[in-house]
């Protein structure tokens, strides 16, 4: 069973920027993508971004696009969640998860991380 790890969560003023990262326990082709979303209170789950493993290729939601990147270490089976410039707008728990394709739709995806608070002061 695919187990996600996350950590990189914390509190940072607007502007500034913040690394998360997610080890993957297994890597198998059935599960060959990995992709980032965030809950905020009150809010829907929304897409920011997602990679595949053997292709280099990354996706990413309108909110975050120029801000946030999705690099990888295929060695440590581990994908990050770089953002830069953040806003109070980008606060909430920010999940990842491991599907076996690359989509912007939560449902696709499998397994999922326990989630960490990313938090933007003003």
């Known amino acids: 069973q695919v187990q996600l790890v996350e950590s990189g969560g914390g509190l940072v003023q607007a502007g500034g920027s913040l690394r998360l990262s997610c080890a993957k326990t297994?890597?198998?082709?059935?599960?060959?993508?990995m992709g980032w979303f965030r809950q905020a209170p009150g809010k829907e789950r929304e897409f920011v971004a997602a990679?595949?493993?053997?292709?280099?290729?990354?996706i990413y939601g309108d909110s975050v696009k120029s801000r946030f990147t999705i690099p990888r270490d295929n060695a440590k089976n581990t994908v990050y969640l770089q953002m830069n410039s953040l806003t109070p707008e980008d606060t909430a728990v920010y999940y990842c998860?491991?599907?076996?394709?690359?989509?912007?739709?939560?449902?696709?995806?499998?397994?999922w991380g326990q989630g960490t608070q990313v938090t933007v002061s003003s």
């Open positions: 297994t890597r198998t082709f059935s599960n060959s993508a």
């Open positions: 990679m595949r493993w053997t292709v280099d290729t990354a």
């Open positions: 998860a491991s599907g076996p394709r690359l989509t912007t739709a939560n449902g696709e995806y499998v397994y």
